[in-house]
């Protein structure tokens, strides 16, 4: 799947049925080496104060339909504990950019 295909899709969480985002305002969290997507880093709250970043990892995502993408808020990971893995990655596997 194109990052095309997923821009613009909603993102929902399933256990609460709250509208978390749109694809087009997350981060990806890509392996280079693989092309697979680790994970979705998603903005959630206020856009007036500073949001709370929720990363989803991809096993997170449960279903991905024609207008929105669902996802389990359970399987949910520290965004300073993610950022600090890929910190820690050896400098030949970094990706280009940092948090």
Known sequence: ???SELAGKEIICIDEG???GVVDQTDL???LRTGEVKSMI???GSR???PKLIVIPWR???KIGRDLIIVDLTTAEDYAAVMKKIQE????NKPPFFG
Do not use: C
């Open 1 to 3: 799947m194109r990052y």
């Open 60 to 62: 997170g995502i449960n």
């Open 18 to 20: 709250i509208r978390l």
């Open 48 to 50: 007036w104060f500073r």
């Open 42 to 44: 998603i903005p959630y």
């Open 89 to 92: 990655v050896p400098r030949w």
């Open 29 to 31: 969290i890509i392996d």
